[in-house]
């Protein structure tokens, strides 16, 4: 079974600290050597988003993200996790390690 | 007949779902044909007579609807049912503490990742066996959003994978509170219903929580929250007939027939508190709120109330939960200890964050009117009325404040 860890940030705290960075590769690590890892990575801004809507075959290209908020998706796990309590857990260390919000959310 | 049947429902509910959950790893699966299963039980037992063994007959009964549904669906969508049916065949790891499976559909019903108000739906509805239309009556709702609200909630156990197991030893105290809280939201909602339409208890709900907490504390019976509890429910429910009136006004602790109060319940609350002091354990939050109402129940007249008891108890209480509404009820015990002025001094003190809360109001109120501060006390009555939800409450809170006038000081 495979969840998706959503880190969430806001404009003030998108970017992280050396420190952070830091605790995310030591929690990196630990995913791999326990199995967990599948992929992860961090986003640029959604200011830096482009947009397509081509599903009239006639491609419409704008600047932006699809969804204006404040709180938006700066990075992401894919875990490999047996059940939901596993997830959680891991869920519940990588909110640590990032020093963010996260949201877990299973695959279909 | 329709004893036999009711003894089987309370009895073996539970048991057949949580059985079939395991046996299938599918709640719905399991829900459903525990259903079907009662519903032939109903149909035959009254001309076949009742089985000698009636919850083994029900287990049968239910695993032979499951298996014919999933025969069905299989052949519909076989691969997707194949999924469904590995997820049944997990072993349980090196984490199970208490091997029963009651215990894992109650772990599974109250998971922290499930809505509160959707933990409390299930509780009643896989563990509780009452009907839809039951919980949708007793929450108020619709009984079509109370049927969303559950079948949204099964959807994400199985699309999350919420695991039908008992949590690690590390994890269980948290998720044994998490348990106990759907439980007391439960009997609170019987106790004091909110919603103005309804009368002013819900017996139903009360009887169903101190029931599932009877069966937690079966399955858990070294824990002491759990017991205490359990105490805190059954020396409540006691004082259950002396506290409204006929007229369905709510009647205080002071003014009540204490002579009305249930004398085996509180016998039996009285034992698990000397149970659990007999541990030498360090007592929880449920366990000191049930030693307050031991002493309460224990005083055969408000005034042998031992007060000083009870401010000791509080005072424990605020250590392990400081919210405010603690400290409120601290203070009215101070009123009977050091008199309404001292207390009112520490109620006033709670204005910021309980401004919204009709027990500060009614509090204020009770104490201004035995100052002799009238006008206050009025306008207090006023703003606890309003904030009110509760029909027998709003009667002697109205009662009250309309009796002021001219009254002179006194206590």
């Known amino acids: 079974m495979q969840y998706l860890v959503t880190v969430i940030a806001e404009e003030a705290n998108h970017a992280g600290s050396a420190e952070e960075m830091a605790a995310i590769d030591v929690f990196n690590d630990r995913l791999q050597a326990e199995g967990h890892w599948v992929f992860a990575g961090g986003l640029a801004g959604p200011s830096n988003a482009t947009v397509i809507d081509n599903r009239d075959g006639a491609a419409l290209v704008t600047d932006g993200p699809f969804v204006e908020s404040k709180e938006f998706m700066a990075g992401f796990w894919v875990l490999q996790a047996p059940d939901l309590d596993v997830a959680l857990r891991l869920g519940t260390e990588a909110s640590r390690a990032c020093n963010r919000k996260i949201e877990v959310r299973p695959f279909l | ?411």
Not at chain 2, 243 to 254: K, V
Request: aromatic letters at 4%.
């Open chain 2, 1 to 411: 007949m329709p004893g036999a049947l009711t003894r089987a429902h309370r009895d073996e509910w539970a048991r057949v779902v949580a059985a079939l959950a395991k046996r299938f790893g599918d709640l719905d699966v399991a829900e459903e044909a525990a259903a079907e299963a009662f519903a032939t039980a109903v149909e035959r037992w009254p001309e076949q007579g009742v089985p000698p063994n009636p919850g083994a007959w029900l287990t049968t009964a239910a695993t032979r609807k499951a298996i014919d549904r999933l025969r069905r669906e299989t052949k519909r969508d076989d691969k997707h049912r194949e999924a469904q049916m590995v997820l049944g065949d997990e072993p349980p790891g090196d984490q199970g503490v208490i091997d029963d499976d009651r215990l894992r559909l109650i772990f599974t019903c109250c998971h922290p990742a499930l809505a509160p108000e959707s933990r409390v739906a299930l509780t009643l509805r896989l563990v509780g066996g009452l009907s839809m239309p039951e919980i949708a009556r007793a929450f108020l709702v619709q009984e079509s959003a109370m049927g969303q609200r559950i079948t949204r909630a099964k959807a994400k156990i199985k699309a999350a994978r919420i695991p039908y197991r008992v949590p690690r030893a590390q994890d269980l105290p948290a998720r044994v509170s998490g348990v106990l809280a759907v439980l007391f939201l439960i009997f609170n909602e019987g106790y004091l219903p909110t919603g103005s339409h309804s009368g002013p208890d819900r017996h139903e709900l009360t009887a169903e929580a101190i029931r599932l907490t009877r069966l937690l504390r079966a399955l858990l019976p070294y824990d002491g929250e759990v017991a205490g509890l359990l105490a805190l429910m059954l020396l409540t429910e006691a004082r259950h007939a002396a506290r409204i009136s006929a007229g369905g006004e709510l009647i205080t602790l002071d003014e009540q027939d204490r002579g009305r109060w249930d004398a085996t319940l509180i016998a039996e609350g009285h034992a698990l508190i000397r149970e659990r002091l007999a541990t030498g354990e360090p007592p929880g939050r449920y366990q000191v709120l049930a030693a307050i109402n031991a002493v309460h129940t224990s005083a055969h007249h408000i005034d042998a109330t031992d007060w000083s008891q009870i401010v000791a108890l509080y005072d424990r209480l605020v250590r392990l939960d400081a919210s405010p509404v603690v400290a409120l009820n601290r203070a009215i015990a101070i009123a009977e200890l050091d008199g309404p002025e001292v207390a009112l001094a520490a109620v006033e003190r709670l204005a910021t964050p309980l401004a919204g809360y009709h027990a500060f109001h009614a509090t204020r109120a009770d104490l201004l009117r035995r100052l002799g501060r009238t006008e206050q006390s009025r306008a207090a009555y006023d703003q606890a009325i309003a904030l009110t939800g509760n029909t027998a409450q709003t009667a002697v809170l109205t009662r009250r404040r309309d009796r002021l006038t001219g009254e002179a000081p006194a206590g």
